[in-house]
């Protein structure tokens, strides 16, 4: 069974910084796509950032531009988010997601595989 565990959550100060982990078990996802996709209170989920399965392609929303970075260990079966210059707005809960595809893509409906979440809390 596949599983994606999320973590490196958790509450900082508004310009601090967090990095999110994401452990793939029960299948290797080293020639897959994966991504970041969080969801604030009140509004839908919406995409952060993606990832080729050879981790050579990398897309960001343009509200995490320049801050965040997307990167992958597939030795490790491990996706990562860096989350640099965090602001209040950044608060959300955030998932990882893969697919057996490999191109990157910034769509929903393109990932097979979600994790549980894991809460990023920005105080101003």
């Known amino acids: 069974q596949v599983q994606l565990v999320e973590s490196g959550g958790g509450l900082v100060q508004a310009g601090g910084f967090l990095r999110l982990s994401c452990a793939a078990s029960?299948?290797?996802?080293?020639?897959?796509?994966m991504g970041w996709f969080r969801q604030a209170p009140g509004k839908e989920r919406e995409f952060v950032a993606t990832?080729?399965?050879?981790?050579?392609?990398?897309y960001y929303a343009d509200s995490v531009k320049g801050r965040f970075t997307i990167s992958r260990d597939n030795a490790k079966n491990t996706l990562y988010l860096q989350m640099n210059s965090l602001k209040p707005e950044d608060t959300a809960v955030y998932y990882c997601?893969?697919?057996?595809?490999?191109?990157?893509?910034?769509?929903?409906?393109?990932?097979?595989?979600w994790g549980q979440g894991t809460q990023v809390t920005v105080s101003s």
């Open positions: 029960g299948r290797t996802f080293g020639s897959g796509r």
């Open positions: 997601a893969a697919a057996t595809l490999w191109g990157a893509s910034i769509l929903e409906n393109e990932y097979d595989y």
């Open positions: 990832i080729s399965g050879s981790g050579g392609y990398t």
